[in-house]
């Protein structure tokens, strides 16, 4: 399966300010997501990041807010924008690789970000 | 919304017990998946089951997909300490497109 760099891995970020997480891939990937995690709970999908054209954003997510960008085919952004601590949470990069129907996913080991 | 009902949401256990995680929806499945966390990693995923009654082990771990393909079990025999983590199951659709992930439940195994 496919190796995932993420990084920062942990960040502690003023009100106010944005950040950009980098995801990078060992190899070239048709299917890449952003998820958000709060720490032990479940994952929530943020967008789909396609290579070529602008990202597929889930329901509670703008691109205002979290824009995304997609060059290649093994590299990806999130940035978290005008950030307060509300999104003070784990932002996870992930692959997909389908094999018969299922869609299973590598994950990154997630960018720990604390706002204040 | 396709939802995925995941219990319990926390399990402290001692060394050498049994357990058995359900995930449970209204919804069909194309397949089912489960992975499992450790703080500061990423979910890593440990099976995907795909026909109805599909029943796979890894090891001292047994999966179980339902008949109709909305539920799956996830039973670990002998807990170790080593198992402690976040089991998430996820569900995929292929009208879809997307896995739905259920709430997740942390395992502490004590030793």
């Known amino acids: 399966s496919a190796v995932i760099s993420q990084k920062p891995s942990r960040d502690i970020c003023q009100r106010g300010t944005s950040l950009t997480i980098q995801c990078q891939v060992d190899?070239?990937?048709?299917?890449m997501f952003w998820y958000r995690q709060q720490p032990g709970q479940s994952l929530t999908l943020i967008a789909t990041a396609n290579q070529g054209s602008e990202a597929t954003y889930e329901s509670g997510f703008v691109i205002d807010k979290f824009p995304i960008s997609r060059p290649n085919l093994t590299f990806s952004t999130l940035t978290v924008s005008n950030m307060s601590p509300e999104d003070s949470s784990i932002y996870l990069c992930?692959?997909?690789?389908?094999?018969?129907?299922?869609?299973?996913?590598?994950f990154g080991a997630g960018s720990r970000l604390t706002v204040l | 919304t396709q939802l995925l009902e995941q219990s319990p949401q926390f399990l402290s256990i001692q060394e050498g017990e049994n357990l058995t995680v359900y995930c449970n929806s209204s919804?069909?499945?194309?397949?089912l998946q489960w992975y499992r966390q450790e703080p500061g990693e990423g979910p890593v995923l440990l099976v995907t089951?795909?026909?109805?009654?599909e029943v796979k082990k890894l090891k001292r771990l047994t999966f179980q997909f339902g008949d109709a393909r909305k539920d799956s079990s996830l039973h670990i025999t002998a807990a170790q300490p080593g198992d402690t983590g976040l089991y998430l199951c996820?569900?995929?659709?292929?009208?879809?497109?997307?896995?739905?992930f259920g709430q997740g439940t942390i395992l502490t195994v004590h030793p």
């Open positions: 919804s069909v499945f194309s397949s």
């Open positions: 190899s070239q990937v048709t299917m």
């Open positions: 089951v795909v026909t109805g009654g």
């Open positions: 992930s692959v997909g690789q389908g094999s018969s129907g299922a869609n299973v996913l590598t």
């Open positions: 996820a569900g995929y659709k292929e009208s879809y497109g997307k896995l739905t």
